[in-house]
């Protein structure tokens, strides 16, 4: 079992649809998660980061842990057709040796249509 | 005015050709990293340098050398490049514990 999993999809929705993106992951110690967003032949961007669990609301998007669960999600309200990217999912312990290395899940690749 | 810089953007090359590839920030991080992402899109890190000093080397050939001349650039080269290193290489930098911002990517293909 891979310590993070996410369907890698493509999921496929309308345009203003409510969209929800999940990782499970196996590692308890995991404390800080991550969202990104990599848009075709780009890099990840930093879209949404919570420590612990509860949730976490930036304009259209919710981002959600359940550590009980060991399961994490983002939530999009009002899908536009600029939200079609690829969502990673990621998460670290505390530090690590100076750096804060994140384990990634394998992205979801969501499409809006219009 | 790009934060993190890679160089070049595409790379096709022959087995057994050496090659570097070139990454610079100019966010004033400590730490930068270099990752592979292969064809199924996991993010996989290679190495991690903090101030200039090798922190982490995971599990990678040693035909994959990174080099950190100062804390802003960290450069990574590859001896006798294998097929299997086709992927596209991310390199990122952060201040932690802030997390990490990545470069554009170099899409590497040995040919």
Redesign the interface.
């Known amino acids: 079992q891979k310590e993070v999993e996410q369907d890698?999809g493509p999921l496929s929705v309308p345009e203003g649809a409510i969209v929800s993106l999940n990782c499970t992951y196996s590692n308890s110690a995991f404390q800080?998660f991550?969202w990104?967003r990599q848009y075709s032949?780009?890099?990840?961007?930093?879209l949404m980061?919570t420590y612990s669990s509860g949730n976490k609301e930036d304009g259209r998007f919710t981002a959600q842990v359940d550590k009980s669960s060991k399961y994490i999600s983002l939530f999009i309200r009002d899908s536009q057709p600029s939200d079609s990217a690829?969502y990673?999912c990621a998460m670290r312990t505390?530090?690590?040796?100076?750096?804060?290395?994140?384990t990634?899940g394998?992205?979801t690749s969501l499409i809006v249509h219009p | 005015d790009t934060a993190?810089s890679q160089t070049p953007k595409y790379l096709v090359t022959q087995m057994g050709n050496d090659k570097s590839i070139k990454c610079e920030q100019n966010l004033g991080h400590d730490?930068m990293?270099w990752y592979k992402q292969d064809s199924?899109?996991?993010?996989k890190?290679m190495f991690?340098y903090?101030n200039k000093e090798l922190?982490?080397n995971e599990t990678v050939p040693n035909r994959f050398s990174p080099k950190s001349p100062d804390k802003a650039h960290l450069n990574l080269h590859i001896n006798s490049l294998e097929l299997g290193d086709s992927a596209v290489y991310?390199c990122?930098s952060?201040r932690?514990?802030s997390?990490?911002?990545?470069?554009?990517?170099t899409?590497l293909t040995v040919t």
């Open positions: 890698p800080y991550m990104y032949r780009k890099g990840p961007e930093l980061y690829t990673l505390g530090e690590s040796g100076g750096s804060y290395i994140p990634f394998r992205g | 993190v730490t990293y199924k899109k996991f993010l890190i991690s903090n922190i982490i991310f990122a952060s932690p514990p997390e990490q911002y990545f470069g554009p990517g899409r």
